[in-house]
């Protein structure tokens, strides 16, 4: 098991070799498992891409985010503005079911809202948001509600998990109740877990999915 000194070590190379990132940019503290992540970024994707490198570490059990994003002085854009390139940028994505969402921003914090059939829908509703200018967050209440009438197999879930090369499957357990799914056992990183639950989201006849994998060292 590594000491916080070397989980530290670990996330800031890992954040380090984010081509997008300037690892001098961000702080990093570890205890426990928990990574706290702090300093100041120019754009939303930055946070997002950092977040993201974390969750590939090993060990790492949660991640708190205080970074803080500054566009600049000379930066002018407006919540409508914002709110107007979002809509642009769903209507581009043809993933994105626009009927079924709605947005609003307020201080550039971006809330979105609504119900979709499919778990991809709700993610590309907001992949879309995460390079625009003059984002400072997203709150994503947007729910899914399977509409799938396929009958879900647990067998098929498990040979998702086994074909994953990311995925250590042999500590996870499946439990499924009519069409829901319940996630348990052990996994290296958030990253697994988040892709482990991607992954039944994806099965055919899933209406929900509740993911309770712990991260080990």
């Not at 958030?190 to 929900?208: C, I, M």
Request: net charge negative; glycine share 6%.
């Amino acid at each position: 098991m590594r000491n916080d000194l070397e989980l530290q070590r670990d996330v800031q190379n890992a954040i380090k070799w984010e081509p997008s990132m300037n690892a001098a940019e961000i702080g990093v503290t570890a205890k426990d498992g928990l990574i706290t992540l702090s300093g100041k970024v120019d754009s939303y994707s930055k946070k997002i891409n950092a977040e993201n490198a974390v969750k590939k570490v090993k060990g790492v059990k949660a991640i708190v985010e205080e970074m803080t994003i500054d566009y600049g002085y000379s930066f002018k854009k407006d919540d409508s503005d914002i709110a107007n390139d979002i809509l642009i940028a769903w209507k581009a994505n043809w993933e994105v079911p626009q009927d079924k969402i709605k947005v609003k921003v307020e201080d550039g914090w971006v809330e979105i809202d609504g119900e979709v059939a499919w778990k991809f829908q709700e993610e590309a509703s907001k992949d879309c948001i995460k390079n625009l200018s003059g984002v400072n967050g997203v709150t994503n209440l947007i729910k899914v509600k399977s509409e799938s009438k396929d009958i879900l197999e647990k067998k098929e879930l498990e040979n998702s998990l086994n074909r994953n090369w990311s995925i250590d499957a042999k500590d996870i357990k499946i439990d499924v109740n009519l069409n829901k799914v319940k996630l348990t056992g052990l996994v290296h990183s958030l990253y697994q877990k988040d892709e482990a639950g991607r992954l039944a989201w994806n099965t055919p006849g899933v209406s929900s999915v509740d993911n309770e994998l712990a991260v080990i060292n």
